[in-house]
């Protein structure tokens, strides 16, 4: 299940950790975790492409201390002073690994924060390749997700052959979030709201504007599934 809005602490739980850093490599052994921002004050800059089935994630900043006062204007570590992998390190490896085939995608879930204390879960990805760039001071890690549809399950090896998802862009969650007053749009509920489109994406829906998009309680999302399968 993609799309729905999560709280924080929900997260932390899902995945046994603190997640208080933007990048989670090998967690439980079997997947990754990356917080997300596209929001105009997010720290970095991370983007959708692809009609929204492929997210471009920036990788993560020297921590800020006495040696680096301003960590926007250091390249982005790949290891530390100590020769280890960063996180930047680690989904770096595992990416350019992956693209040449010496080892499946890692399979990346994406939260993402719309707003202050309001976070969507935007599915599964597989991590497919990394590259690092020139912005205007400095190099920068990118690193290339594409999301995924039907890979939900941690127990089952990855799905090589996998067809694409799209996400949701958050302007268009946060539209809907605000038109449908954060609960859901048939029963008034507030909890375990999903972003539902209404016409299906597989029926022609878009998920690039308001109109086609709605909130919906667990329950109703549920109901609506059942009826179009
Ligand atoms: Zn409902």
Known sequence: MSDNVISYLEMCRREKASLQAGMNFGLGGNHSVVLMSVRPNAP????????????VYEG????KSEVVPDP?????????????PTQNGKFFQAAKASAKGERPPERVRVYEKIRPGIWTYNGMFHLIDAW???DERRTVCKFKLVAVENDEDL???VRIAF???????ANVK???WQRDQGKCAICGAADELHFDHIVPYAKGGTSVTATNVQLLCARHNLAKSDRIQ
């Open 44 to 55: 970095y800059r991370d983007r959708l492409e692809d009609g929204g089935t492929t997210l």
């Open 60 to 63: 993560h900043d020297q921590p």
């Open 72 to 84: 926007k204007l250091v390249d982005q570590p790949l290891t530390t002073h100590t020769g280890r």
């Open 132 to 134: 690092t760039e020139r």
């Open 155 to 157: 127990d089952q090896p």
């Open 163 to 169: 067809e694409r998802r799209r996400i949701i862009p």
């Open 174 to 176: 946060l539209e809907v």
